[in-house]
């Protein structure tokens, strides 16, 4: 187990300070490795507030270039990135805001040939994936190795949330046995939650 750096400390004080939070559980967020898949308008904001409550390793998985119509809600990236692979500059935003934990940057999707080794050396995978075929691959690989999984997915004005524990939920091909018939990056989506209902 890894203990806290005197910078970590200070760092993360705030919210050690929290009731029932406290050490153990920082050096907790130290030691562990979460792997999020599809780093883009979801994976990325989860990977900043993961990056910065102090999740020692992250390993962040997205294949592909920016856009520009990702620009309005891709908050790790920079207009002087367009057409450039987004995981690489995810990484280098996030060890600025964070220079004390690691991130394994990988310009890959989730495939059959990668995704038993990288489910297996994290401890969380967050599941961001933007189309279905990666999503029943994470999902299988977590059931599979027996990992959590944490599975959101946003679509138009809509967003779900939901905790995939293998042995103790159902997992999200229970969930959704069909899969919906839909158009790659043809929906709208909206870069914050401003709306209640
Ligand atoms: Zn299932």
């Known amino acids: 187990m890894q203990t806290l750096t005197p910078t970590e400390q200070e760092r993360y004080r705030r919210q050690m300070m929290l009731p ?59 207009d002087d990135w367009v057409g450039q692979p987004r995981v690489f500059k995810a990484k280098e935003t996030l060890l600025n805001i964070n220079p004390d934990i690691k991130i394994d940057a990988i310009c890959e999707y989730v495939h059959p040939n990668n995704v038993d080794e990288l489910v297996q050396s994290a401890d969380v995978t967050l599941d961001c994936a933007h189309n279905f075929a990666e999503r029943d691959l994470l999902n299988a690989a977590c059931v599979r190795w027996g990992k959590p999984m944490v599975e959101a997915a946003m679509n138009d004005m809509e967003a779900y949330l939901t905790t995939i524990v293998p042995g103790l939920t159902p997992c999200l091909s229970c969930i959704f046995p069909e899969k919906p018939d839909w158009d790659k990056r043809g929906f709208g989506v909206l870069g914050c939650s401003l709306r209640g209902r």
């Open 20 to 78: 029932g939070f406290g050490e153990a559980s920082q050096q907790r967020l130290k030691n562990a490795t979460v792997l999020v898949t599809g780093v883009g308008g979801l994976g990325g904001t989860a990977a900043l507030y993961l990056a910065v409550a102090g999740v020692g390793r992250l390993i962040l998985l997205r294949g592909g270039e920016l856009r520009l119509d990702d620009m309005n809600r891709q908050i790790l990236m920079t």
